[in-house]
Nanobody, 130 residues
């Protein structure tokens, strides 16, 4: 059974940094497409970053140059390093997974990217204060 558990959320000030983690179990982590999504109150869920089985990454324009997605196949863990955080980055952040394919990673951050993903964690809350 696929299980994803996010951690690392919290409250930081404008310009600060956080690193989110997603521990994955129940499947061959290295072979799957992984993504980070976020949803702020009153807004739709959006793809933030995706990474495919070969480590190729893709990012939403709003986070390019500030966020870095990575994975450690030995630890079955996905990461999201977030730097220069802004109040508009405040949201619940979700980890998602799906067996990899040619759609990954670009579709993860494209329109309705969440429809490409099958498994989801419960999320971790990130709050940025100005």
């Amino acid at each position: 059974q696929v299980h994803l558990v996010e951690s690392g959320g919290g409250s930081v000030q404008d310009g600060g940094s956080l690193t989110l983690s997603c521990a994955a179990t129940g499947y061959t982590f290295s072979d799957w497409c992984m993504g980070w999504f976020r949803q702020a109150p009153g807004k739709e869920r959006e793809g933030v970053a995706g990474i495919d089985r070969d480590g190729i990454t893709s990012y939403a324009d709003s986070v390019k140059g500030r966020f870095t997605i990575s994975k450690d196949n030995a630890k079955n863990t996905l990461y999201l390093q977030m730097n220069t955080l802004k109040p508009e980055d405040s949201a619940r952040y979700y980890c998602a997974a799906v067996p990899s394919g040619p759609f990954c990673p670009d579709a993860v951050v494209g329109p309705q990217g969440d429809s490409a993903m099958t498994y989801w964690g419960k999320g971790t809350l990130v709050t940025i204060s100005s």
